[in-house]
Nanobody, 121 residues
Framework: QVQLVESGGGLVQAGGSLRLSCTAS????????MAWYRQAPGNERELVAA???????DYANSVKGRFTISTDIAKNTVYLQMNSLKPEDTAVYYCNVVASGRVRMTMYDSWGQGTQVTVSS
């Protein structure tokens, strides 16, 4: 099983910054995509940002220009730099990794446990 460990959430004032990290471990042969999702109370989980092999990125319109996703593939780690945070960014943020396993034809679609981000006004 591929396991994900997230860190970096917390409480910040509007306009502030936070950096989330997520490290994957386990029988990974190669990582296909790494992404961050978020879920606010009463809302569905939504994609915040994703990065694929070749460094192709995708962002939700609401975070474009404020958030940056990046990876350190050697460490199987994905980061989410969040700047100019707004109260509406408050949510639990989840890391998602899709990877090929070392065993032939094995694929993993794994989720982190979530980290709370709270932005006060």
């Amino acid at each position: 099983q591929v396991q994900l460990v997230e860190s970096g959430g917390g409480l910040v004032q509007a306009g502030g910054s936070l950096r989330l990290s997520c490290t994957a471990s386990g029988p990974i042969f190669s990582i296909n995509t790494m992404a961050w999702y978020r879920q606010a109370p009463g809302n569905e989980r939504e994609l915040v940002a994703a990065i694929s092999r070749g460094d192709t990125t995708d962002y939700a319109n609401s975070v474009k220009g404020r958030f940056t996703i990046s990876t350190d593939i050697a460490k199987n780690t994905v980061y989410l730099q969040m700047n100019s945070l707004k109260p509406e960014d408050t949510a639990v943020y989840y890391c998602n990794v899709v990877a090929s396993g070392r065993v032939r034809m094995t694929m993993y679609d794994s989720w982190g446990q979530g980290t709370q981000v709270t932005v006060s006004s």
